[in-house]
């Protein structure tokens, strides 16, 4: 074997130094210590290599510990995310109302506090697992403080379609916009922005398919479409074959250098809801109840922007974030008195055309100012636009859609632990519920994930 050692090649070298004049037994006593020192070295190689062979060779033949493809393994991701906040607000906060703009339902606890006091949030357990080598199935439970458990996703998506294609089929978090997609325990704010509560009820849900493609060019490149129903908001009732909500994205990305990374894309929701219902008051301070039916159509814009110093987010990091909406409805609208009135036309109710058009946008910031520290802000603006009702109608028994600006700006202070754990101090002023109803809103947040917690989205 022509092996040398270091310890070899250092005994040579001092076996060359000698000079010629140098004693015989010497010279013979260093010759034999060079040779054991190879015989010893050569020995303890060949004993590893015959331990790596035989290891190679138990491997192969051993049966395999994971399962066949389609074989009945489970061995889900399981993960929990815990939230909560103790809130205090101005005015009552189940009162809280969007001016100008139709009310998307029941509040959902990650939107304006609808509590005074502590609340826990949603709660939210999530399984995924592949299913085989070509599919992944993933699972997402919500639990409200109302006792009460919302199956928030539950799809297939594929593995391996090649071309950049993937296709996902089920309950889902649309893909439009940027915020849309992301779960509240990974947003940097504690509720969701205005224009997200005004335009999709704080999130847009499809139940259909997705499909994605994925450019093959050196700057990122993604296009999608979704086809499916949607019975909630800005969707309705709607019982009819086919698809009811249609969607579709397209977005660009790239870095700029190695300090910057940037990500701008373009949305639109068609959706044409049948039976979009709400309950209001009016100017007679009696229960009305009202119902759109029509088109509901959904164009948006949205920006990221992030830096780093020479790309490396840990000790700081800025993040800016835009997204801008706008939508045009246009229908029928009715309204109906649930009291003994004349308005509204009393319990027969009262129809006719309904349009608008409506903007809205948020802006905010979010700077790492040292390790596990941030600080951010984010300023909310709508725009309600004019309503146009039907001669059949009267404004002043929908006062809910009389023109207004809801605006708010809001600060937030958190501190991370570690990535599962999160704990936001966060102040607001809302005065999107009128004229002169100016809310004050201070939250303490606590954001925890057990388990399983995949890599945030960009």
Not at 133 to 162: I, W
Request: charged share 20%.
């Amino acid at each position: 074997m022509n092996r040398i050692s270091v310890s070899m090649l250092a005994a040579c070298g001092v076996l060359a130094s000698f000079p010629a004049a140098a004693a015989d037994a010497e010279l013979q006593a260093l010759r034999e210590e060079i040779a054991q020192m190879r015989k010893s070295y050569e020995q303890r190689i060949d004993a590893l290599e015959q331990r790596l062979a035989q290891a190679e060779t138990g491997r192969a033949q051993a049966p395999s510990a994971a399962p066949a493809a389609g074989a009945a393994g489970f061995n889900p991701e399981i993960g929990l995310n815990l939230q909560g906040a103790l809130t205090s607000t101005r005015l009552d906060p189940a009162s809280w109302t969007l001016q100008g703009f139709v009310p998307p339902g029941a509040p959902d606890e990650v939107g304006p506090p609808r509590r005074r006091g502590f609340t826990a949030q949603e709660t939210e357990l999530t399984l995924a697992a592949n299913v085989d080598p070509n599919f992944r199935g993933y699972l997402n439970l919500a639990l409200t403080p109302d006792n009460t458990v919302e199956l928030e996703e539950a799809y297939f998506q594929t593995l391996g379609l090649g071309a950049g294609f993937t296709l996902k089929g089920g309950r889902f978090l649309s893909g439009i916009g940027y915020n849309n997609e992301r779960h509240p325990h990974t947003w940097d704010f504690a509720d969701a922005p205005l224009a997200y509560t005004a335009f999709f009820g704080n999130k847009l849900t499809a139940e259909g398919l997705q499909l994605r493609w994925l450019a093959p060019t050196e700057t990122w490149f993604e296009l999608g479409l979704e086809a499916g129903r949607d019975d909630g908001f800005p969707g309705g009732a709607r019982n009819k074959g086919g698809s009811a909500l249609g969607a579709a994205f397209a977005r660009t990305g790239g870095d700029l250098g190695i300090a910057h990374t940037w990500r701008a894309g373009l949305s639109y929701v068609a959706t044409d809801p049948g039976a979009r219902a709400y309950d209001g008051i009016d100017a007679a301070g009696l229960n009305t109840s009202v119902a759109f039916a029509g088109r509901s159509r959904t164009a948006g814009a949205d920006f990221v922007w992030k830096w780093a110093p020479n790309g490396n987010p840990t000790e700081r990091n800025f993040k800016l974030q835009a997204e801008y909406f706008r939508r045009n409805e246009t229908g029928s609208l009715s309204c109906a008195e649930r009291d003994a009135s004349g308005a509204c036309g009393g319990a027969a109710g009262l129809a006719d055309s309904y349009r608008s058009s409506q903007s809205g946008y948020y802006l905010q910031g979010v700077w790492q100012f040292m390790p596990r520290w941030r600080l951010g802000y984010r300023h909310d603006r709508l725009d309600s636009g004019t309503t146009r009702l039907g001669p059949a109608l009267v404004a002043t028994d929908l006062p809910q859609l009389a023109a207004w600006q809801p605006l708010r700006n809001t600060v937030m202070l958190d501190y991370a632990s570690s990535e599962f754990a999160r704990l936001r101090l966060q102040f607001a002023r809302d005065n999107s519920r009128g004229p002169g109803l100016v809310d004050q809103q201070v939250w303490l947040q606590y954001v925890m994930s057990m388990g399983a917690h995949g890599a945030h989205k960009f």
